[in-house]
C-alpha cells in the first residue's frame, strides 16, 4: 500500500530525499553545540581564557547558522515534497475516477469519492510532511544524542540507555492501549454528530410527534456515554507526562550523584557534565516526540488506505482491442440478456430479455419503480456490462464498439440528470464541443427549451448555477434533452427525462422528434401512459422481466398491469406539472 | 497532546491557528462566559488544578536551581581534597527526590483534574446545545441553513474541546513558568537577563513577520481549495453524465489546472510554516551561545556572585524560557478562534425558543351513560381537551373529535408580507380536505399553521371549537398526525422508527400500523425484518420504501386529524393504487388534510381548495368544481385560462 501511495511521488522524489538528509544535519549541529559548550567551560571558564571562549563562541554561531540553512532548506523541501505528493495524488484518483464505469462509481458513494480527493489528501499531505521532517529528525536527533553521551562518558550514557528503554516500553504501553480507546471515542463522537444532523433535518417530525423530550434525553445519554470514554481514553494519555518527568528526574539525579563523584575522582569535567544534563533532555524529549509521530502517522494510515483503493480501482469496462468505430444504424438486439448491479446478488435486476428494435422506431417503456426500466436501457450504450447474453447495436456487440463512438451515437438523457455551472451555452456544447449557436439553438426548439430561455435575461448566455439551482425541474430536463440532442445520435434514450415538464409541452416535444429526427431510433421511458401511449411498440417491464409488447391498443387488451395503470391515471395529469407551467 | 493531534488529522485541521484572525465584537465578555460556563461548576477542580500548575512548575524550577547547588556548593569545593564527603550531597538528593516526586504528583493530579473538567464542561455545552435547540421553532431552522447549525456542533464544539482541554491549562502553564522563570533569572543574572529577553524580543518580532506572509498564503490556500473541493464535488455528483458524455479528458483540463494552482499556493503557505521552527530553534541556539559566552565571561570575573553553577542554571532556564513564550504566541491565535466559536455556541443558546402560553390540555377520557365527560389515568382511546376556566375557576372537558375551522387566517412568514389571506376552512370531524394550487401558492404554509410550526397573524383557528392559541403545543400537535413529502427516519430499527409514534406501542400494533400502509411486505423481504438497521436518510430504502414506513409511522400514532403533505408522492401509480385501501382506512373517521397532485388522491375529497397566490380562489367537490368551469377545471383538463 505505501508502495502505491509513494509511486504517485513522482517530480517530487528529491525533494522527499533531501529534506531528510536536511533534517539530519539541522540535527548535527544542534548535538555539537552543548558539546561546545561543555568545552568552553572546561577550557575557557575554568581557565579563564576569554579568547577561547569567543572563538568556541563564533564557532557555536557557526554552528547556529549551518543549522539554521540545514532547517530552512528541509523546510522548502518538505512544503514542495508534500503538497506535490498530495497534488500528485488528486491526479492520480481524479484521472483514475475518469476511467471508472457507472458499476465503479456505484461501489464507492459520490461523498466517499469526495471525501478521499479532499480530506483524506490533506490528511496524507500534513502525515507526509511530518514523516519525512519529524520521523527522521527524532531519532536520529536521539541516536546522536545518545551517541556523543557516550563518547563523553559511557558509564552516565549507559544510565540514558536503561532510561531510553523503560520510558520507550511504558510510552508505547501507553500510547497502544490509548489509541484503540481514541479510535472508539472517535467512531462514537461521529455518531453523535450524526445524530445531531438527523435531528436538524427532521426536525418537523420531531416536533409534530412531540419528541422532543424523547430525543433530549437520548442525547443526554449519548453525552454521557462520550464522557465516560473520552474520560477513560484520556485517563490513559495523562500518564505519559508524569512517566517522564519521572525518567527525566530520575535521570538528573542519578547523574548528580554520579558525576559528582567522578568529577572529583577526575573522571569527568564540569563542562561535561552541564553537556550530559543537556542530552539528558533531548534524548526523552525525542523519545516524547516519536511516539507522537507513532500516533499520528498510524492515524493518517486510514486516509491512506481510503486513497489508495480509489487508485487501485480498475475500471470494468474498457475499450476493446480492435474497436469499432462506426455505428451502422439505430437497431438494437437484446438476446437473453441477464443483469445484475452486483456479481454475487442472486437476484437478477433483468432476467431473460430478448428484443428486438427497428432502427428509428419510438419505443415507450412503462413499468413501477424497480422493475428494471433504467437498467435496460443502460445495458444498451454500455454503462454496465451485461451477465449473460448480448446486446447489439447496430446488428455488433456493444462490447466490440469503441465507448466513445458508442456514446456518442446512442444517447441517453439520465434519470439524474445534472447541470454544470457555466452558461446555457457551455452546457448544451457537452454534446457537441462544435456546435455553433443556431444549432445549439435548433436543439432547444426540438427540445421545447428556447421559449424559457428567451425569456432569460442573458437568454443562451445566461448562467446556471453549480447543479441548476436557478432553473426549475422541467426547465433543466429539457435542457438536458436539447444536451443530448445534439449529439445528433442515432439512438436517443429519454429516461423519465419529462416527469417535471407539463402533459402538453411533453407531447409538443414528441411530436418534434417523430417530425425533425424520423430516423433516430427513440426509447422512452415514463410513469405516465400519455408519454408512451403513441409510440410504435410498448414494452411493459415487471419486476425484471418483460411483461408484455405491443401499441397502446393491443397492451390495453391483453396486458393487466398496462389496463392497471392506464386506469390510474386515465384522464390525470399530474397536477404541479401542468400548473407550474401556466402560472 | 496527542489525541489533540489525532483528532486534527482526522478533521484534516493540520494547520489550526494560522490563518486570518476573526473579528469579534466582544472577545472580553465572551471569554469571561466562556470561563464561568464551563468552570464554574467545577471552582474547586479548577483551584486544585491552578494550585497543581504552580506546585508543578515551581519543582522544576527549583529543579534547574539545583544543578548550581550541585556544581557551586557539592562538586567544586569537594574537588582536590584527598577525601571527599559526599553525605551532604546525599542529603540534598534525597531533598530533591521529595521535590521532584511532589511536582511529578502535583502534574499528574492537575492533568487528571483538567480531564474532568474540560469533557465534564464539554458535556454540559453538548447537552445544553442540543435541548436548546430542540425548544427552537421551526421558523429558526428554516431560516438558518442545515449546515451552519451542524458546524457549531462539528467545528466549534470540537474547537472549544480543544481550547478547554488543552490550551487554558497549557497556557495557564506557560504563563507561570514564564514568570517564575523570569524571577529565578533575574536573581541569577540581571545581565544575562538582558541578553536573553533582547534574544526573545527578536524571536517574536521574527515569528510576527512570518506568521504575517504566511496567513496571506493561507488566505490564498484556503480559498483555491475551496474551489478545487467545488469543482470535485461538482465533477463527481455528475460523474455519470460526465461518462455518457465522453466528457472525461474536458473534465481533466479544469482539474488539473485547480490542482495546480493549489499547489502552488499550499507549497507556498507550507513553505513560510516550515521555516518558523527552524528561525525560532536557531535564534534560540544563538541566545544560549550569546548566555553561554557573556556568562562564561561573567563567571571567570566573578560578577556580583556569579559562578560556573549560576551559568549551568541559566543555560537551562535559557532553553526552557523561549518555549513557552512561543506557545503563548502561538496559542494566542487559538484561543481567538475558539472564542469566535464560543459565540456561535452562545448564540445558538441564546437564541429565543419556541414559547408555549397553551394550558388547554389532552387528557384521556371516560364517558358516562349520559355522555358527561370526566379525566381518567387509564388510557381508553377517547381524549378529551382539559380547558380550566380563569374567570370563574371552572374546568371543562371537550371531546376530542378533530373539528378544524379557519376564521379569516391572514399569516405572513414576515409581518410585512403575507403570504395567505382571508383563509377560511371548516373541517368537521371526518372530513378530507384537499389543496390544490402550484409549487409556492400556500399549500404546506396552511398545514405548518394547524399544529403552529408558525403562528398567524390574524383570524382565529379553532380546534373542537378551541382557539388553538390556547392549547398547549405539545398536546396540539399530539393529537395531529403528519406525513411530509421528505420522509425523515432516523439510525435504528424499522421496528423503532415505526414506533416513534407511539412509544410504547407493542409489536403486534407495529406490524399493524405497517401492514395498514401496504409496507408489511418488503420488510419482511428484508434480511432482518422488522429489525433491520436503517440509517437516517439510508440509501438502502427506495424514496417510496420510505414514505411507506413515515405512513406506518402516523398510522400507529392513532391521531384524529392526519395531515398528507405529497406522502404518496414518490410511491408510483401501482403501488398507491395498493395502498389505497390502507390509506382509506387510515384515513376513516378523521379528519384528514390532503396536498397531491395526484388526482387519484384528491378526487374523492369532501371538499377542494384551489389555492393561488394564498388566496383559495375555489372550493367544492370535485364534481362541483368542474361544473364551475373555473381554475380547478382547465387544471384538471389541462386547457390553458385564456389571457
Given amino acids: 500500500m505505501v508502495k502505491k501511495l509513494l509511486s504517485h511521488l513522482g517530480e517530487y522524489k528529491k525533494f522527499a530525499l533531501i529534506t531528510p538528509a536536511c533534517m539530519i544535519l539541522e540535527v548535527i549541529a544542534e548535538t555539537i553545540t552543548p558539546r561546545l559548550m561543555g568545552m568552553l567551560v572546561d577550557n575557557g571558564v575554568d581557565k579563564g581564557n576569554v579568547s577561547y571562549i569567543i572563538r568556541v563562541g563564533l564557532l557555536m554561531l557557526l554552528c547556529a547558522l549551518f543549522g539554521l540553512v540545514a532547517g530552512l532548506t528541509g523546510g522548502f523541501t518538505a512544503a514542495k515534497a508534500s503538497t506535490g505528493f498530495a497534488r500528485n495524488l488528486r491526479k492520480g484518483m481524479y484521472d483514475n475516477i475518469q476511467t471508472f464505469s457507472f458499476s465503479n462509481i456505484d461501489r464507492f458513494s459520490t461523498a466517499g469519492l469526495v471525501t ?143 558525576g559528582a563523584h567522578m568529577i572529583v575522582s577526575n573522571e569527568l569535567t564540569t563542562g561535561e557534565l552541564m553537556t550530559l544534563l543537556t542530552y539528558c533532555m533531548n534524548i526523552l524529549m525525542n523519545l516524547m516526540m516519536l511516539s507522537m509521530i507513532f500516533v499520528m502517522v498510524s492515524i493518517s494510515m486510514a486516509s491512506a488506505e481510503r486513497i489508495v483503493e480509489v487508485l487501485d480501482e480498475s475500471a470494468d469496462i474498457a475499450d476493446p482491442d480492435a474497436p469499432v468505430t462506426k455505428v451502422k444504424d439505430g437497431s438494437i438486439e437484446f438476446d437473453d440478456v441477464d443483469f445484475s448491479y452486483y456479481k454475487e446478488s442472486e437476484a437478477p435486476v433483468l432476467k431473460d430479455i430478448t428484443l428486438k428494435i427497428n432502427s428509428g422506431e419510438t419505443i415507450g417503456i412503462i413499468g413501477g419503480t424497480g422493475s428494471g426500466k433504467s437498467s435496460l436501457v443502460n445495458l444498451i450504450c454500455r454503462l454496465y456490462d451485461v451477465m449473460q447474453g448480448s446486446v447489439k447495436v447496430g446488428g455488433i456487440n456493444v462490447k466490440q464498439y469503441d465507448l466513445e463512438t458508442l456514446r456518442n451515437e446512442v444517447a441517453v438523457v439520465l434519470q439524474k440528470n445534472v447541470l454544470f455551472s457555466g452558461s446555457i451555452y457551455d452546457n448544451l456544447r457537452w454534446g457537441n464541443p462544435d456546435a455553433t449557436d443556431e444549432e445549439c439553438k435548433r436543439a432547444c426548439i426540438l427540445a421545447c427549451a428556447d421559449e424559457f430561455i428567451e425569456k432569460m435575461p442573458d437568454k443562451y448566455d445566461t448562467h446556471i448555477e453549480r447543479g441548476g439551482t436557478n432553473l426549475s425541474g422541467g426547465q433543466k430536463q429539457r435542457l438536458c434533452i436539447a444536451r443530448a440532442l445534439l449529439k445528433n445520435p442515432k439512438i436517443l434514450i429519454l429516461d423519465d427525462s419529462t416527469s417535471a415538464v407539463d402533459t402538453a409541452t411533453d407531447a409538443k416535444i414528441r411530436h418534434a422528434f417523430y417530425k425533425e429526427i424520423p430516423d433516430t431510433t427513440k426509447i422512452i421511458i415514463s410513469q405516465r401512459v400519455s408519454s408512451v401511449q403513441d409510440a410504435d411498440r410498448i414494452i411493459v417491464m415487471d419486476d425484471g422481466r418483460i411483461n408484455g409488447i405491443g401499441t397502446h391498443e393491443e397492451l390495453l387488451n391483453n396486458n393487466d398491469i398496462y389496463r392497471d395503470v392506464y386506469e390510474s391515471q386515465t384522464s390525470e395529469r399530474d397536477f404541479d406539472a401542468t400548473i407550474q407551467s401556466s402560472t | ?389 380563569k374567570a370563574d375557576d371552572t374546568t371543562t372537558y371537550v371531546e376530542l373529535k378533530g373539528d378544524v375551522v379557519f376564521d379569516d387566517v391572514d399569516f405572513g412568514y414576515n409581518d410585512d408580507k403575507i403570504v395567505l389571506h382571508n383563509v377560511d376552512i371548516s373541517a368537521t370531524p371526518g372530513m378530507k380536505i384537499a389543496f390544490v394550487g402550484s409549487t409556492g401558492a400556500g399549500k404546506t404554509t396552511i398545514t405548518n399553521l394547524i399544529n403552529r410550526f408558525y403562528d398567524i397573524q390574524d383570524g382565529k383557528i379553532r380546534y373542537d371549537g378551541i382557539n388553538i392559541n390556547k392549547i398547549k403545543k405539545a398536546d396540539l400537535r399530539r393529537s395531529l398526525g403528519i406525513v411530509l413529502q421528505d420522509t425523515h427516519l432516523f439510525t435504528g430499527t424499522i421496528k423503532e422508527n415505526i414506533k416513534y409514534g407511539k412509544l410504547d406501542a407493542t409489536d403486534d400494533e407495529v406490524i399493524a400500523a405497517a401492514k395498514l400502509a401496504n409496507a408489511h411486505p418488503f420488510i419482511r423481504r428484508l434480511p432482518q425484518g422488522y429489525d433491520t438497521v436503517i440509517t437516517g436518510d439510508g440509501g438502502s430504502l427506495s424514496q417510496g420504501q420510505r414514505q411507506l414506513l413515515a405512513i406506518a409511522r402516523a398510522a400507529i400514532a392513532d391521531p384524529p386529524v392526519l395531515i398528507l403533505d405529497e406522502a404518496t408522492s414518490s410511491i408510483d401509480t401501482r403501488t398507491e393504487k395498493l395502498i389505497q385501501t390502507g390509506m382509506d382506512k387510515l384515513m376513516k373517521g378523521r379528519t384528514t388534510f390532503v396536498i397531491a397532485h395526484r388526482l387519484s388522491t384528491i378526487k374523492n375529497s369532501d371538499c377542494i381548495m384551489v389555492l393561488e397566490q394564498g388566496h383559495i380562489i375555489e372550493r367544492g367537490t370535485h364534481e362541483e368544481l368542474l361544473k364551475q368551469k373555473g381554475r380547478y377545471y382547465h387544471l384538471y383538463t389541462g386547457n390553458q385560462i385564456a389571457g
Avoid at chain 1, 552516565?156 to 471515542?185: C, D, E, G, N, P
Avoid at chain 2, 478533521?11 to 476573526?22: A, F, L, T, V
Avoid at chain 2, 527552524?278 to 559566552?293: F, K, T, W
Wanted: one cysteine or more; hydrophobic letters at 45%.
Fill in chain 1, 116 to 258: 478521499r480527493l479532499t480530506t483524506d489528501v490533506t490528511n496524507v499531505q500534513n502525515a507526509f510532511q511530518m514523516i519525512i521532517r519529524m520521523s527522521f529528525r527524532a531519532p536520529f536527533s536521539l541516536i546522536f544524542a545518545m551517541t556523543a553521551a557516550f563518547l563523553v562518558s559511557a558509564r552516565i550514557a549507559r544510565i540514558y540507555l536503561i532510561a531510553v528503554i523503560i520510558l520507550a516500553a511504558i510510552i508505547v504501553t501507553i500510547m497502544l492501549s490509548a489509541m484503540k480507546s481514541f479510535r472508539q471515542v472517535f467512531k462514537k463522537y461521529d455518531e453523535l454528530n450524526a445524530t445531531v444532523q438527523e435531528n436538524v433535518n427532521a426536525i418537523r417530525v420531531v416536533k409534530a410527534y412531540v419528541r422532543e423530550d424523547y430525543e433530549k434525553s437520548r442525547m443526554v445519554k449519548a453525552c454521557e456515554n462520550i464522557y465516560n470514554l473520552f474520560a477513560g481514553a484520556e485517563s490513559k494519555v495523562v500518564l505519559n507526562a508524569p512517566s517522564m518527568m519521572t525518567a527525566v528526574y530520575t535521570c538528573i539525579l542519578l547523574i548528580s550523584w554520579v
Fill in chain 2, 1 to 389: 497532546m496527542a489525541e489533540e493531534r489525532v483528532r486534527e488529522i482526522k478533521m484534516g485541521r493540520g494547520m489550526r491557528g494560522i490563518g486570518p484572525k476573526p473579528k469579534l465584537e466582544n472577545p472580553g465578555a465572551i471569554f469571561k462566559r466562556l470561563i464561568s460556563y464551563s468552570f464554574g461548576q467545577y471552582k474547586l477542580h479548577m483551584v486544585l488544578v491552578i494550585v497543581g500548575i504552580i506546585v508543578s512548575v515551581l519543582c522544576t524550577v527549583r529543579g534547574t536551581l539545583f544543578t548550581k547547588e550541585l556544581v557551586d556548593v557539592y562538586i567544586i569545593p569537594l574537588i582536590g581534597k584527598k577525601d571527599p564527603d559526599f553525605t551532604p550531597l546525599s542529603h540534598a538528593i534525597c531533598k530533591m527526590i521529595v521535590i521532584y516526586a511532589a511536582g511529578v504528583l502535583s502534574s499528574f493530579m492537575y492533568n487528571k483534574l483538567m480531564i474532568y473538567v474540560s469533557q465534564g464542561s464539554l458535556k454540559k455545552i453538548r447537552i445544553n446545545l442540543f435541548e436548546k435547540m430542540e425548544n427552537l421553532p421551526i421558523k429558526y431552522f428554516d431560516t438558518h441553513s442545515h449546515g451552519d447549525i451542524m458546524s457549531v456542533y462539528t467545528n466549534d464544539v470540537d474547537t472549544l474541546r480543544q481550547t478547554i482541554s488543552q490550551t487554558m491549562p497549557q497556557l495557564l502553564n506557560s504563563s507561570i513558568t514564564v514568570v517564575s522563570i523570569l524571577i529565578s533569572m533575574i536573581a541569577l543574572s540581571i545581565p544575562l537577563t538582558l541578553v536573553t529577553l533582547m534574544m526573545v524580543g527578536v524571536m517574536m518580532f521574527a515569528t510576527k513577520k512570518v506568521v504575517g506572509k504566511s496567513s496571506q498564503f493561507f488566505v490564498k490556500q484556503q480559498g483555491e481549495l475551496g474551489e478545487l473541493n467545488g469543482y470535485i464535488e461538482e465533477m463527481i455528483q455528475g460523474q455519470k453524465v460526465v461518462k455518457v458524455f465522453c466528457h472525461e479528458d474536458a473534465a481533466k483540463e479544469q482539474f488539473e489546472e485547480l490542482n495546480d494552482n493549489l499547489f502552488l499556493s499550499a507549497n507556498n503557505a507550507n513553505k513560510y510554516v516550515n521555516v518558523m521552527g527552524p528561525i525560532n530553534a536557531q535564534l534560540g541556539n544563538v541566545s544560549y551561545v550569546l548566555v553561554a559566552c557573556v556568562g562564561a565571561v561573567l563567571a571567570i570575573g566573578g560578577f556580583g556572585g556569579f559562578t560556573l553553577g549560576s551559568l549551568a542554571s541559566f543555560l537551562t532556564f535559557n532553553r526552557n524560557f523561549s518555549m513557552p513564550i512561543n506557545q503563548i504566541s502561538q496559542q494566542f491565535n487559538t484561543v481567538v478562534m475558539a472564542l469566535a466559536g464560543a459565540d456561535r455556541v452562545f448564540k445558538l443558546m441564546d437564541e429565543e425558543p419556541e414559547v408555549d402560553e397553551g394550558y388547554v390540555m389532552l387528557v384521556n377520557a371516560e364517558k358516562d351513560d349520559k355522555g358527561n365527560i370526566t379525566e381518567t389515568d387509564k388510557r381508553t382511546g377517547l381524549w378529551a381537551w382539559k380547558h380550566y376556566h
